[in-house]
């Protein structure tokens, strides 16, 4: 169970990342929306990391 939420919060937060980058490219995407998208990455990795601990 702990493996497969590493793995969910791992894909959540390359997702984000990935989606921002490639709508950005297009310009689809607007400054807000991005920080927000990236904000919800950064907090999985946090959650990731304090898991660890």
């Known amino acids: ?27 689809n995407i607007g400054v807000n929306n991005a920080i927000s998208l990236l904000s919800i990455g950064i907090i999985c990795l946090a959650i990731l990391k304090l898991q660890e601990k």
């Open 1 to 27: 169970m702990r493996k497969t939420i590493k793995l969910i919060l791992s894909a959540v937060a390359l997702g984000m990342g990935v989606s921002v980058f490639i709508l950005s490219i297009l310009g």
